[in-house]
């Protein structure tokens, strides 16, 4: 007896009006709208411009999209071009189907060609908008839910989710939900790379490195458990051999990088901070003008001090010569007290 389990929307469509919203669609963009805010705040706090990460993300998204909407239609051409099936149906993004490995690669093309159109590093920005992704992909995962789609093995477990459909060789039951188990890795992912990169002060792409790392250690073991359709190589899917692959490519990465460029880059953005207000320079030049605005009232004061200190010297000199008038009129006794002449001429007397 069934006694608890996620269930599936009876649709994946919602029609405002005649305008058709997609579950689907709309997890993407509250995922890419959710990236672009968290990556642009971390860039701040790394001394660049607000708005930089969106300005750049224009160039990275659709390139993202083509990429990952390439990767899942070769990878997965029967389902396309296989006899029965209309070939049309490839361009239709909305009805599911994207890689993430594609998406990342075709992604960060475009990403280099927006940083090197404003002169930004392009692991600068990669590590800047590493965390933010993985949210993406945590967001994005639930359109899954919605079209009913990469589940798992069958299972009467708590939090089994139900698939009604029998669309596509779908078989009607309950089963792992993949697409929650990913969700909540990604989530994982991204406290994972917001700590470390907190805790070691990661540059020059090892933040983001280290995401790739952590999704593919938990897409290896997810894509285990799946039972829709995908091709074999050796007794493990395609995305197994991927995910591997990729994970010691990140680690390498991590260790080489690490050797060759320690630490973190000193500037993200030529010019940024400036006039911005914002970020680690901005806050070095404020802390920069203070210290030259103390020392200049120190040297003020100073000189303020040398000045009195120059006139007292001087003033002892003046009331000397006012008590001493040189007058050579007078005998040298004249000004001296009553008293000293009378003892004087007692003394004269006797």
């Known amino acids: 007896m069934e006694l608890a389990y996620i269930p599936s929307p009876s649709s994946g469509v919602l029609y405002l009006g005649p305008v058709p919203l997609r579950g689907y669609a709309f997890c993407i963009i509250i995922g890419v709208f959710v990236a672009v805010w968290l990556g642009n705040k971390r860039w701040i706090a790394r001394g660049g411009r607000a708005g930089t990460v969106a300005d750049i993300a224009v160039w990275a998204v659709p390139f993202g999209l083509v990429g ?3 990767y899942h239609v070769i990878t997965d051409y029967q389902l396309y071009f296989s006899e029965g099936r209309d070939w049309v149906d490839a361009f239709k993004i909305w009805e599911g189907g994207l890689g993430i490995w594609g998406a990342i690669a075709l992604g960060a093309l475009g990403a280099w060609i927006g940083c090197r159109r404003r002169g930004i590093p392009l692991p600068a920005y990669a590590d800047a908008i590493a965390p933010g992704i993985a949210i993406a992909q ?16 069958e299972t009467d477990l708590p939090w089994a989710v139900e698939i009604t459909s029998s669309a596509d060789g779908r078989m009607p039951g309950t089963y792992h939900p993949t697409f929650l188990y990913e969700s909540l890795w990604c989530v994982g992912v991204a406290l994972l790379v917001i700590w470390a990169d907190r805790r070691f002060t990661l540059g020059h792409g090892r933040a983001f490195a280290l995401y790739v790392a952590g999704y593919c250690a938990g897409r290896f073991w997810i894509e285990y458990m799946r039972v829709d359709e995908a091709h074999h190589i050796l007794g493990l899917r395609l995305n197994n051999w991927t995910a591997l692959l990729v994970f010691l490519l990140a680690v390498l990465y991590i260790v080489l990088s690490a050797r060759k460029r320690p630490g973190r880059e000193a500037v993200v953005e030529p ?8 970020g680690p320079a901005a806050d070095a030049k404020k802390t920069d003008g203070d210290a030259a605005g103390k020392a200049d009232v120190s040297a003020g004061d100073a000189t303020t001090d040398d000045a009195t200190d120059t006139d007292a010297s001087e003033k002892p000199e003046k009331s000397e010569k006012t008590e001493k008038p040189q007058n050579s009129g007078e005998p040298e006794g004249a000004g001296e007290p009553e008293e000293s002449k009378d003892g004087a001429g007692s003394a004269k007397k006797g």
């Open 68 to 70: 990952g909407r390439l």
């Open 138 to 153: 945590a967001i994005g995962r639930w359109g899954n839910w919605f079209n009913q789609e990469l589940y798992g093995r």
């Open 271 to 278: 010019g940024a901070g400036a006039g911005d207000g914002e």
